[in-house]
């Protein structure tokens, strides 16, 4: 059986050696030969290796051959200690702020990393179906640092990712209360780009980091543990107090069972949450049902930084507007299958008498409302 197999590997071997495969054919190379050469014969080395073939005899190609692999393990085997030695990683902050981080990486750490960030970016929500105007198109290369920044968050996590990132790690944010007052000037919308050459970062910055923007500590505290630090005028701490929640672990898990996930209109992330003060605490806010909603991060930011509006509209209603201030469309649930008396007369007659035409294959809600679950599932049992 191996006898034959190694006949097969020999065969294929030679059809990308012709000079070696002419020799054989004519009857100049025994197959002991042949089989020790095709090892490590490449059309670059298959010269060198039938001049030897040609003055030695089979156990001189055998050993040559085995004595070359040998050194090629070798090579590999220091090549991987040199990986090894050389790994680093660097980083260091850009003039704006951001973090540059620059890693070298044996191979097989790399590979872990890729593959890290490939299942991190297959998860990011990027193409759900939110209204135009919400998510832009986004590179490979900024998705794979929204991965970067989510396998770092899934790390820190020692609880469910659906929980609020209060529960799973810290990172501290220096805020003076007067920062997380201030929101936005009211004619200017929080995502407009303001120049800030020297901004002072005694407003809030990140701790052992750079400066971060006023409105970025506001969204950071939205969902956040807090310890307030009093200080005399000398900077020096006079009093801490008792770590406390922004939104206290009851309402939370009932913020929770309400929302199911991100409100945004057509966002379906469940995963990585946070808890978000329509009308901010630091603002005088409550901390209550009413006043919150579940936003996943990319949402949440857009609302804080990126200028987007959300606010409790007629009726206790969520209303969530872009930044032109036009409201945007809200997904509405889909009646639940469990409603209906007749669950085939209830799709048929949804389905029936339908003319083809160039909209046909447009999707009927396309606002990007929410998959009605009850309805997908009932669907299979009707
Ligand atoms: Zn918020
Ligand atoms: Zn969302």
């Known amino acids: 059986m191996h006898a034959a197999r190694?006949?097969?590997?020999?065969?294929?071997?030679?059809?990308?050696?012709?000079?070696?495969?002419?020799?054989?054919?004519?009857?100049?190379?025994?197959?002991s030969k042949v089989r020790a050469m095709t090892r490590i014969a490449t059309t670059d080395n298959e010269d060198y290796l039938l001049m030897?073939?040609?003055?030695?005899?089979?156990?001189?190609?055998?050993?040559?051959?085995?004595?070359?692999?040998?050194?090629?393990?070798?090579?590999?085997?220091?090549?991987?200690?040199?990986?090894?030695?050389?790994?680093?990683?660097h980083y260091h902050y850009d003039e704006n702020g951001s973090l540059v981080i620059i890693a070298t990486l044996p191979a097989e750490q790399a590979a872990v990393i890729m593959k890290a960030?490939?299942?991190?970016?297959?998860?990011?929500?990027?193409?759900?179906?939110?209204?135009?105007?919400?998510s832009e198109h986004e590179s490979?290369?900024?998705?794979?640092?929204?991965?970067?920044?989510?396998?770092?968050?899934?790390?820190?996590?020692?609880?469910?990712?659906?929980?609020?990132?209060a529960d799973r790690y810290q990172v501290v944010v220096h805020v003076t209360p007067q920062t997380l007052k201030e929101g936005p000037p009211p004619d200017v919308?929080?995502?407009?780009?303001?120049?800030?050459?020297?901004?002072?970062?005694?407003?809030?910055?990140?701790?052992?980091?750079?400066?971060?923007?006023?409105?970025?500590?506001?969204?950071?505290?939205?969902?956040?543990?807090?310890?307030?630090?009093?200080?005399?005028?000398?900077?020096?701490?006079?009093?801490?107090?008792?770590?406390?929640?922004?939104?206290?672990?009851?309402?939370?898990?009932?913020l929770r069972a309400r929302d199911q996930g991100c409100r945004f209109p057509g966002c379906t992330s469940t995963e990585f949450i946070d808890g978000h003060h329509i009308k901010h605490w630091a603002d005088g806010g409550e901390t209550s049902l009413e006043n919150l909603v579940q936003l996943c991060r990319r949402h949440h930011r857009?609302?804080?930084?990126?200028?987007?509006?959300?606010?409790?509209?007629?009726?206790?209603?969520?209303?969530?507007?872009?930044?032109?201030?036009?409201?945007l469309a809200d997904w509405f649930r889909l009646p639940s299958i469990a409603d209906e008396k007749n669950t085939v007369e209830w799709i048929e007659a949804r389905i029936s008498d339908v003319d083809i035409d160039s909209e046909t294959c447009v999707p009927l809600t396309s606002a990007g409302e929410k998959m009605d679950w009850n309805l997908a599932v009932g669907h299979l049992f009707a």
């Open 189 to 254: 919308p929080a995502g407009t780009p303001q120049k800030h050459p020297n901004p002072d970062p005694n407003l809030s910055h990140i701790e052992h980091a750079p400066h971060i923007a006023a409105e970025t500590s506001r969204r950071i505290a939205c969902d956040c543990s807090i310890i307030k630090l009093t200080e005399d005028e000398n900077a020096q701490p006079l009093s801490i107090s008792r770590k406390s929640r922004s939104i206290p672990p009851s309402i939370n898990r009932a």
């Open 52 to 89: 030897i073939a040609r003055h030695g005899t089979a156990h001189h190609v055998e050993k040559l051959v085995s004595q070359y692999r040998r050194c090629v393990r070798l090579q590999d085997t220091i090549n991987a200690n040199e990986q090894y030695k050389a790994r680093e990683l």
């Open 140 to 165: 490979i290369s900024t998705q794979r640092a929204d991965a970067l920044a989510q396998i770092a968050e899934t790390y820190l996590n020692t609880s469910p990712s659906t929980t609020s990132t």
């Open 6 to 31: 190694e006949k097969v590997r020999v065969a294929n071997a030679l059809a990308e050696l012709p000079k070696m495969s002419e020799r054989f054919k004519r009857g100049e190379l025994s197959y």
């Open 117 to 134: 960030l490939d299942r991190a970016m297959d998860s990011l929500d990027t193409n759900a179906d939110v209204p135009a105007g919400t």
């Open 302 to 327: 857009l609302v804080h930084e990126g200028g987007f509006g959300c606010e409790r509209g007629v009726g206790g209603k969520v209303v969530f507007r872009d930044q032109r201030g036009e409201v």
